[in-house]
């Protein structure tokens, strides 16, 4: 895959230090390490290929929109049909901002027809996003308070005992922290820790293999983790938005954790096998790298007041979400989460900047109305039956089509908008075959958060192959091996374990 100057992302050109090293947060580092990608640039190819296909996709996406439509398919649903491969278009080659192509989207669906325009705007201000918003807010409060920091360099301190058990110290220590963060601003906090780690083991980068795992451990645990709760990823308050539209049902906090937790668990001792045997060995001294954790642990200091105050407004808010969403909506919840923040000093406005992927949050918005309008102008349904021809697919193919479609699509552009995309058809194939919708969510969620084989698929992986030991060949092979493995255990999870938890997951 070839890549412009401009689009390859930053990666540290200095050899490592030799010897031991202290730990240095990004603040005390030298300027070309300070930067750190938080978001995956889901583009294809160099910027002419790039370019080429964006003007194919859009001049499809007008022809759809200017042409007699098909028969049996309504006016709005054929401009839902025209705005969504212009919008897929725009984002998979990233030829506009992710966050203007949002916005795009939205002014195109209230202007050709697909939605009014008051619902194209209001769709695009559903409660969903104001809750992946705030989560970020408060995502920042626990980064700039140090205290996510504490807690990934204690943890990490258990599992210094021997190299592999660093390798799966560090997949563990991103999923546990992704439980509970954006997965973004998780890969994000561990880059600078895990590249100290490396730094001082004296690995070389683009040479190491232990390096190239130790950086893959962080992704795929972050990756994995984002499955886990509804604040890992934008996904999954999304697919919740859109189950709770079409069907006036959800799944709370603590049921999400309870579905995910064998899969999760599962996938962690999956990958730390896929690592294990898939990976080059390597010789290698941890000595000087337990020193760098060591260093970072004592220069933490006491638990500072701030410290405390944010993982109050944390606990108080998470605990609300698991006792109080029946009868309090979840976006309330996070909103007045996030206003806490700021309302007790422990964030300011300007704290925000690198911290709230505002295109993200954009993105969200569009991805979320294209997919109310395929929904809603019958776009979804006209197009499965065309394809099935009313044939009726058995549950487990459903489920299978699925997970394979949203693992495919969020190779190549925002899992969030592989999600928007998909459950509508996801909704209309429940339908036709008998399937539970919520198995529909669950299993179209978790699929997107398999994307492992590109750096272009996910922010973990964009942020790990930023580090420059992780080289794309090897992150397809082995980032192949790891899509099926953990694609087989999402079936037999959607198969046997979520049917005998359903009725806990409200």
């Known amino acids: ?78 401009a839902s049909f025209g705005v969504f491969v212009i919008a897929v278009t725009l984002w998979v080659t990233n030829a506009l901002p992710i966050g203007v192509t949002g916005l795009l989207a939205v002014a195109l669906l209230g202007t050709v027809g697909g939605l009014s325009p008051q619902d194209a705007y209001a ?106 709760s509804v604040l890992g990823s934008a996904r999954v308050p999304l697919a919740l938005e859109l189950l709770e539209q079409r069907y006036g049902e959800t799944i709370t906090f603590a049921g999400w954790l309870l579905a995910s937790l064998p899969a999760v668990v599962l996938g962690l001792g999956v990958g730390l096998l896929v690592l294990r045997f898939a990976c080059r060995s390597e010789d290698v001294d941890l000595g000087a790298a337990r020193g760098a954790i060591e260093d970072g642990v004592a220069r933490l200091g006491p638990l500072g007041r701030r410290e405390l105050l944010v993982a109050a407004v944390m606990v108080a808010t998470i605990a609300a979400w698991v006792l109080l969403s029946g009868r309090i909506d979840r976006a309330a919840i996070a909103v007045l989460g996030a206003v806490a923040m700021f309302a007790l000093g422990l964030l300011r406005w300007a704290d925000l900047d690198g911290f709230v992927p505002w295109g993200i949050v954009l993105m969200y918005g569009g991805a979320v109305a294209i997919g109310v309008a395929i929904d809603r102008s ?78 272009i698929s996910s922010a973990p992986n964009t942020i790990a192959y930023a580090s420059g030991y992780v080289r794309t060949r090897d992150m397809l092979l082995v980032g192949s091996l790891m899509t099926v493995a953990q694609l087989g255990l999402l079936l037999l999870t959607a198969l046997l374990y979520w049917p005998l938890v359903r009725g806990l997951l409200q």
């Open 1 to 78: 895959m070839s890549e412009s100057a401009a689009e390859r992302p930053r990666r540290p050109e200095r050899e490592p230090a030799s010897g031991p090293a202290s730990f240095e947060w990004p603040a005390d580092r030298p300027e070309d390490l300070r930067s750190t990608p938080i978001a995956a640039p889901a583009s294809l190819g160099g910027s002419r290929l790039r370019r080429r296909l964006a003007l194919a996709g859009c001049l499809a996406g007008a022809a759809i929109l200017a042409l007699p439509g098909p028969v049996g398919l309504p006016r709005a649903g054929q």
């Open 378 to 455: 019958g776009a979804g349904a006209w197009l499965v039956d065309g394809l099935l021809g009313g044939t009726r697919l058995p549950p487990l193919a459903v489920l299978a089509v699925l997970a394979l479609a949203s693992v495919a699509l969020s190779e190549v552009m925002s899992n969030a908008a592989a999600v928007a995309v998909l459950l509508p058809l996801g909704f209309t194939l429940a339908g036709t075959s008998g399937l539970d919708p919520v198995l529909i969510v669950l299993t179209t969620c978790f699929g997107a958060g398999l994307a492992f084989t590109l750096p």
């Open 123 to 228: 769709a695009f201000g559903n409660p969903a996003v104001f809750f992946i918003l705030s989560v970020f807010i408060m995502a920042a409060a626990v980064i700039q308070s140090g205290l996510s920091k504490r807690l990934a360099l204690l943890l990490l301190r258990r599992f210094e005992g021997g190299v592999f058990r660093l390798v799966a110290g560090v997949m563990l220590v991103g999923a546990v922290l992704t439980v509970w963060m954006p997965n973004q601003a998780t890969a994000a906090m561990l880059f600078p820790i895990t590249l100290e780690i490396a730094r001082a083991a004296g690995l070389r980068p683009g040479r190491s293999a232990y390096g190239q795992t130790l950086f893959l451990s962080l992704a795929w645990g972050v990756m994995l983790g984002a499955n886990a």
